[in-house]
């Protein structure tokens, strides 16, 4: 049966990709792309590995849909024609193509017991990590605490990709025009007049901040973690921005505040790495945090799924802000 | 006896699910203008999840499923109705005409 389920849902995804690269219209793109990342989100869940499907739906389906069409909001709306002939393109990605399908035939078939990653050290992961590190979703102890040095790079990067788009888009002070206060990020449309989205997202924002945060803390026993819970907490805001402007979510979380967060999160991450080695133990290593290795280990995950919650959070608002302010300008 | 009166009425939501979930995509397929069209989006919104939903619900017994799978129906419930109110409305501003029948046969 999930033979069947795999098979669906890798050629309806074949048929998006074709579809994305074929349609000049740059919104059905950025749409289809959304469907694209669902699919890819399914088909992680048929494999079982729910986090990373978690991952997916909410960054690639939620939020890069957003920044995509507000990116799309600043330019044309239909992809030119190009000036040269495709043909050359074409013939250096097939012999790619080709090239990554022949190495594909030396990887072990999927699931193989017998294949080598299953020997290196995941045997520890499955065996000892309830033992060693304690939460009962082995994929956090695996990311949180044998991975800890992975990921505190892991967040760096998105640290450093939001302070490249700022660098690259500019945070400009918007001057308050006499218009302002009534358009919402975009200003084709007068958000005041949608009272029923008015009143659904007033209902909506608290559901999904506190959803982000059950996420957030409930990372150590199910799905979930920073990464998911700082998009979420994200997508809450930046819906308050689309429903009431960005002026109003700018009162809420402003860009100086999430300037100094995005910076707080890693370095809490870091800060907690720190504290280990002057309590006698390794960098990351958070057996030394408390009397009871267990204990400690809790303690360190807490703390690094926050630091990237925040982190995460910080980055994502200020994307979409970065964006969203910049609209006002050009138009 | 419970059991299976359980499953039945999970296998009939369950196809009826499908059924509107089809008829929405021929819908939007065949239907010839944007307000049409859609209307079979909202069918498989909201009826179609709805149903399909309630069906695994079901299944699931007294669990945190059933809870979690309530919470997923609740926001469908409140979430899909909103999106097509909001995309008929910017329709509407943006001056997209409905299709009317032709004169001679109204």
New interface residues.
Partial sequence: MEVFIDIALLTLLCITAMAVVHIRKLFCAIMLLGIFSLLSASMFVNMDAVDVAFTEAAVGTGISTILLLLGMSLTNTREKRPHYQPLFSLVVVSITGAVLVYGTMDLPAYGDPNASIHHHVAQRYIKQSPLEVGPPNMVTSVLASYRGYDTLGETAVILTAGMALVALLGMRRRKVLPMSSSSGCGDYHDMKDHLVLRIMAKIFIPLILLFALYVQFHGDYGPGGGFQAGVIFASGIILYALIFGLEAAMKVVGYPVLRVLAACGLLLYGGVGVACMALGGNFLDYNALAHDPLHGQHLGIFLIELGVGVTVFAIMVIMFYAFASRRGHTA | MIIDALDIVTAICLALGCFLGISGGVGIYRLPDFYTRMHATSVTDSACAFLILFGLMLQSGFSLVTVKLGFILL?MV??SP?AA??LA??AV?FGIEPLLGREDKR
């Fill in positions: 926001f409140l979430s909103t109110h909001a409305k910017t501003q």
